[in-house]
């Protein structure tokens, strides 16, 4: 079962998840992990798609020799593999799950599986199982970075601030979670530089945290409709603006959106249907846009 973007000092460390912000903490929390009291210049090897890079395709055998060679003034290496998303067929990684079978001791092995940049790579696929198991395997951990959605993403986010050095009052969390809406891994960095620059256990409320928000984050399309069924128009528009601008949803995306909603609406009307079921029904969706319908 993956951990959830926790580690310790283990071998090797498998790291998933497409939220940037979450595994680059995870990489940074894994590598100091690995470390422990070596000098990070000499014992740390970062290696990328462009170390992967063979004429138009990519190997990974570079990674391989990478995590045999020896440290040399120091008493362990830690290798990272970033961009290791390139190899998702079984056979692409079979040199690395060969290598898994008998790691040498004095490597702390890093995987990121993540999308490579250039050329652009549009879908990351699974890991391959294979890997997964030869991790586990040898004691690693494998660590899914995704902070999930809905309810799971709200919990992690109360979670972050719980956690966080420093005591942020409850209008402070609600501000930081109103203003990030559903780029919720922005707090990863909010939180560290608001550790940076108050004492550990500093009491914070509105005004101590405010000027370090930065801008707006997307929000849901529902928040949209919420705003205009309340008739509500300065949040109307400020969720609109925030769906097209930080969401990064195209207008006519809105526009679908918009319709869909107002269309079950006018389906809803006089037909005497009450609750969530049958609307669900009648109108062929899950129940959550069923519900917004017979509210409106």
Not at 78 to 101: C, D, Q, S
Not at 148 to 162: I, M, P, S, V
């Amino acid at each position: 079962m993956p951990n959830r973007c926790t580690v310790g000092r283990v071998t090797v460390v498998l790291i998933t998840g497409g939220d940037d912000p979450l595994v680059a903490e995870a990489v940074r929390n894994a590598v100091n992990a690995a470390l422990g009291g070596e000098d990070r210049s000499l014992a740390v090897e970062v290696l990328t798609e462009e170390d992967y890079r063979v004429d138009h395709d990519f190997e990974i055998a570079c990674l391989i020799d990478a995590a045999q060679t020896a440290p040399f003034l120091t008493t362990r290496r830690v290798v990272v593999g970033r961009h290791i998303g390139r190899f998702g067929r079984t056979e692409a990684v079979g040199p690395l799950v060969a290598y898994l079978e008998a790691p040498l001791s004095t490597t702390s092995l890093v995987l990121v599986w993540e999308r490579g940049v250039e050329p652009s790579q549009q879908r990351l696929g699974p890991v391959p199982k294979a890997l997964t198991e030869a991790v586990v395997a040898i004691g690693g951990d494998v660590l899914d970075c995704d902070l999930g959605r809905g309810r799971e993403a709200d919990r992690w986010l109360a979670r972050r601030f719980d956690e966080a050095e420093i005591d942020l009052d409850v209008q402070a969390r609600n501000l930081i979670v109103e203003r990030v809406g559903e780029d919720r891994s922005r707090v990863v960095g909010l939180l560290a530089s608001l550790s940076d620059m108050f004492a550990p256990g500093a009491a914070l409320g509105v005004g101590d945290i405010a000027p370090y928000l930065g801008a707006a984050g997307g929000v849901a399309p529902w928040e949209l409709i919420d705003a205009i069924d309340a008739g509500d128009v300065p949040m109307a528009i400020d969720r609109l603006h925030r769906n097209l601008g930080a969401g990064g949803r195209h207008p006519l995306g809105v526009l679908a959106v918009l319709h869909s909603h107002y269309e079950r609406l006018l389906r809803l009307d006089g037909s005497g249907i009450r609750d969530e079921r049958s609307a669900a029904e009648t109108l062929g969706v899950s129940s959550f846009p069923a519900k917004k319908a017979l509210r409106a």
